[in-house]
């Protein structure tokens, strides 16, 4: 196992988004050789050196559309019951239900199992749109971040 330099261009509103575009860049070159490819996306870090190339310009204003809903949005009830920190596959979702008939879905679960349960609540959109508006920045450009370093071959 050796070592191998690499120069890496990253682009990004911050340095940090510029590293992690450039690692990605490396992956997508060098493909994932089990670590030792000698690209960037090998590297520790610790060595690297850095350089900003182009400053970012980060938008001052924004442009809003706003999206115009036809027609009510249907909203529904929905009762989960699930673990507290169980897995969402153990989770049981109840359409169509009172909270009470929940509760006692519940209860017949938590005797089966022998394990506790809770009962949430929760509205899910049935009918209608959910996006209400698209927030665009105007005029704002990445930057560009050299990166160089050693990598492991």
Not at 47 to 70: F, G, I, R, W, Y
Not at 117 to 142: F, H, N, W
């Amino acid at each position: 196992m050796g070592r191998e330099r690499y120069e890496e261009i990253g682009r990004g509103f911050t340095e940090e988004e510029a590293r992690r575009d450039a690692i990605e860049q490396a992956r997508d070159y060098h493909g994932h050789e089990e670590g030792y490819s000698g690209g960037m996306n090998c590297a520790t870090g610790e060595e690297d050196k850095v350089k900003c190339l182009k400053k970012p310009k980060l938008a001052k204003s924004v442009k809003t559309v706003k999206n115009v809903q036809k027609g009510a949005r249907k909203w529904e009830t929905v009762f989960v019951i699930g673990q507290p920190y169980g897995y969402a596959s153990d989770r049981k979702m109840l359409r169509g239900v009172t909270q009470g008939e929940a509760i006692k879905e519940a209860k017949r679960m938590a005797l089966d199992k022998q394990i506790e349960y809770t009962v949430t609540m929760k509205k899910e959109l049935v009918q209608g749109d959910d996006k209400i508006a698209t927030i665009t920045p105007k005029k704002s450009e990445r930057g560009e971040w050299l990166f160089t370093g050693l990598a492991r071959c």
